[in-house]
């Protein structure tokens, strides 16, 4: 079965602090989101990419497609940061369907 | 910026009864999805929607469940006999072609009585 693992589970930092958030997926992939979801459940798109490293502000994503590795960098953290981080991908057997397979997200606690 | 929307926001409903969830898409958006989230856990594909027809749905979308553009621009998701497992967000999503991201809505928490 075609899994996406992400880790750590849990995260706890102090404000100021580099984030690393990685995912892993088991087979070929068409494109890999980074989401991010906040307390009261709603779901935002932070990244779509297929190869190399997409940068929006003070967050970083990377993917490594050989390797099926993908990690999610915040730099300067801050309070506000504080989520779940969800990576999503598209299976390249996915079909015409493009639907997404969640991974089950990484809690980031940055305290003040 | 345009943005997908959906209602309600919460919905409780006693064991048995039919939902409809609604969702307003991008207005020129031509994929559509509906996920599932239980509280907890991760999310879950439920169903595909593009060109009028389903294109693909998970083996949680069985016959109690069905989707329908009705008006070309709502797009909604009915459960006709509710279970008290159907309690969950549900996620609307759309994009608008096959290589384009996909957009969230804020999601419908539904409890189920």
């Known amino acids: 079965k075609n899994e996406v693992e992400q880790s750590p589970q849990n995260l706890t930092a102090q404000e100021g602090e580099f984030i690393t958030i990685n995912c892993s997926y088991s087979v070929g992939i068409s494109a890999l989101h980074w989401l991010q979801q906040h307390p009261g459940g709603g779901i935002v798109s932070l990244f779509m990419?297929?190869?190399g490293k997409k940068k929006h502000g003070r967050l970083i994503a990377t993917i490594n497609i050989q390797e099926k590795h993908s990690s999610l960098h915040i730099t300067a953290s801050h309070p506000r940061d504080s989520a779940v981080y969800i990576c999503?991908?598209?299976?390249?057997?996915?079909?015409?369907?493009?639907?997404?397979?969640f991974g089950k997200g990484t809690l980031l606690t940055v305290n003040p | 910026e345009p943005e997908v929307t959906q209602t309600p926001s919460h919905q409780v409903t006693q064991m048995g009864q039919e939902v409809i969830l609604r969702c307003v898409p991008i207005?020129?958006?031509?994929?559509f999805y509906w996920y599932r989230q239980i509280l907890g856990q991760k999310v879950e594909f439920l169903v595909s929607f593009y060109n009028n027809e389903i294109s693909e749905k998970s083996e949680i979308f069985d016959d109690q469940f069905s989707v329908e553009r009705p008006d070309g621009s709502n797009f909604t998701l009915k459960i006709r006999s509710t279970k008290l497992e159907d309690s969950a967000m549900y996620f609307c999503?759309?994009?608008?072609?096959?290589?384009?991201?996909?957009?969230f809505g804020p999601g419908t928490r539904l409890t189920v009585l």
């Open positions: 999503a991908v598209r299976w390249n057997s996915g079909g015409s369907n493009y639907k997404l397979t």
């Open positions: 207005s020129n958006h031509l994929y």
């Open positions: 999503a759309s994009k608008q072609g096959p290589n384009n991201e996909q957009f």
């Open positions: 990419l297929s190869s």
